[in-house]
T-cell receptor, first 110, second 114 residues
Framework: QQQVKQSPQSLIVQKGGISIINCAYE??????FPWYQQFPGKGPALLIAIRPDVSEKKEGRFTISFNKSAKQFSLHIMDSQPGDSATYFCAAHSSYKLIFGSGTRLLVRP | GAGVSQSPRYKVAKRGQDVALRCDPISGHVSLFWYQQALGQGPEFLTY????????KSGLPSDRFFAERPEGSVSTLKIQRTQQEDSAVYLC????????????FGDGTRLSIL
């Protein structure tokens, strides 16, 4: 019940395309859903986050779509750039703890 | 400093040795977290401090793992009698006092046990 399932495991997108990463959860006690971006040798960096009372949040090229009834949320990266190539983690927050998905390795080809 | 600072960045130890990993959180951040990240996986929660109080240590894999934050600022994660399965990246994160505040991560310590 504490799991967060993330897909796909890896993703290749052409420059300018849309990258879409999906996550699903079971625990309805989760109250905050952040996305983190991680480059090799670096720690996860907060990208964007959403609360369950909001269905969509957009910050620049990054959008989170949230479906509370389906217990699913997704990250959309518009106009993907080679510099976006990294590993992306969804997470779910309960009380103080973050539960992370298994990650998606994104490669954006020039 | 501006961000969470962890040291050392890399640590190589022989099986059976004790190691200590340090975390300097963002100034003023009350909450501090330790996570373990295995290769190719997402971070997994180890333990949580609010000021100097360790409120949750349910994620620590065994009694060989010990964390402390004696003055409510710097924290140390200690692993005694290291085993090969302890090899991972150990991440520290901090956040402001209120719940639902973003957790900001350091770059981690990569621990390799030979």
């Amino acid at each position: 019940q504490q799991q967060v399932k993330q897909s796909p495991q890896s993703l290749i997108v052409q420059k300018g395309g849309i990258s879409i990463i999906n996550c699903a959860y079971e625990n309805t006690a989760f109250d905050y859903f952040p996305w983190y971006q991680q480059f090799p040798g670096k720690g996860p960096a907060l990208l964007i986050a959403i609360r369950p009372d909001v269905s969509e949040k957009k910050e620049g090229r990054f959008t989170i779509s949230f479906n509370k009834s389906a217990k699913q949320f997704s990250l959309h990266i518009m106009d993907s750039q080679p510099g976006d190539s990294a590993t992306y983690f969804c997470a779910a927050h309960s009380s103080y703890k973050l539960i992370f998905g298994s990650g998606t390795r994104l490669l954006v080809r020039p | 400093g501006a961000g969470v600072s962890q040291s050392p960045r890399y640590k190589v130890a022989k099986r059976g040795q004790d190691v200590a990993l340090r975390c300097d959180p963002i100034s003023g951040h009350v909450s501090l977290f330790w996570y373990q990240q295995a290769l190719g996986q997402g971070p997994e929660f180890l333990t949580y401090f609010q000021n100097e109080a360790q409120l949750d240590k349910s994620g620590l894999p065994s009694d060989r793992f010990f964390a402390e934050r004696p003055e409510g600022s710097v924290s140390t994660l200690k692993i005694q009698r290291t085993q090969q399965e302890d090899s991972a990246v150990y991440l520290c994160a901090s956040s402001q006092a209120r719940s639902n505040q973003p957790q900001h991560f350091g770059d981690g310590t990569r621990l390799s046990i030979l």
